[in-house]
Nanobody, 126 residues
């Protein structure tokens, strides 16, 4: 079992570059593929980025590719999302998620992650 706590959200101007962090508790953090998702009211949770357990592979939604960077530090049990060139449409609650080592289905789908943080609001003003 892993518990996740996000931090780093808040209000930012368009073009800003906040960094979200997610601290994980529990054992064998490197066994988990980690992902970031976001959600706005009335819409489904949307994939943003994911990173493999070793950190060697990363995946991005087309809408954030080239602007966001996901990274992890397995020694510190943390995963981060560096967000650059923010746009108002990036406004959402951002969730950190962990996917068990043995999992099936696309890592771009929220239903394939077993553990979730409580979310952190990011609001981008124009």
């Amino acid at each position: 079992q892993v518990q996740l706590v996000e931090s780093g959200g808040g209000s930012v101007q368009a073009g800003g570059s906040p960094r979200l962090s997610c601290a994980a508790s529990g054992r064998a953090f490197s066994d988990y593929t980690m992902g970031w998702f976001r959600q706005v009211p009335g819409k489904e949770r949307e994939f943003v980025a994911a990173i493999s357990g070793s950190g060697s592979s990363t995946y991005y939604a087309d809408s954030v590719k080239g602007r966001f960077t996901i990274s992890r530090d397995n020694a510190k049990n943390t995963v981060s999302l560096q967000m650059n060139s923010l746009k108002p449409e990036d406004t959402a609650v951002y969730y950190c998620a962990a996917r068990n080592r043995i999992s099936f289905g696309s890592l771009r789908e929220a239903r394939n992650y077993q553990h979730w943080g409580q979310g952190t609001q990011v609001t981008v003003s124009s």
